[in-house]
Nanobody, 115 residues
Framework: QVRLVESGGGLVQPGGSLRLSCAASGFTFINYAMYWYRQAPGKERELVAGISSNYGSTSYADSVKGRFTISRDNAKNAAYLQMNSLKPEDTAVYYC????????WGQGTQVTVSS
């Protein structure tokens, strides 16, 4: 059974940090590029960051560049999103996504940035 399980969300003050984790199972993780998306209330889901299957490259939305870092550990079948200098506009549900010939999604984890 394919599973992507996000964790690490929560409430944080502006300027704070969170590290999201995505635990993958049920598929050959190393073959898949991994992405983090987010969806704020009333807005469309947007791509936040991506990392290729072979550690070759990362990409970021302009809104998070320099503040967020995506990484993966193929030995642990896991992907991560380190989020620093968080802003209220980063508040959203964050989703883990795996892409190769198929496309898998996690259930999401809530991140709320508020004082």
């Amino acid at each position: 059974q394919v599973r992507l399980v996000e964790s690490g969300g929560g409430l944080v003050q502006p300027g704070g940090s969170l590290r999201l984790s995505c635990a993958a199972s049920g598929f050959t993780f190393i073959n898949y590029a991994m992405y983090w998306y987010r969806q704020a209330p009333g807005k469309e889901r947007e791509l936040v960051a991506g990392i290729s299957s072979n550690y070759g490259s990362t990409s970021y939305a302009d809104s998070v560049k320099g503040r967020f870092t995506i990484s993966r550990d193929n030995a642990k079948n896991a992907a991560y999103l380190q989020m620093n200098s968080l802003k209220p506009e980063d508040t959203a549900v964050y989703y883990c996504n795996a892409q190769w010939y198929t496309n898998y999604w996690g259930q999401g984890t809530q991140v709320t940035v508020s004082s």
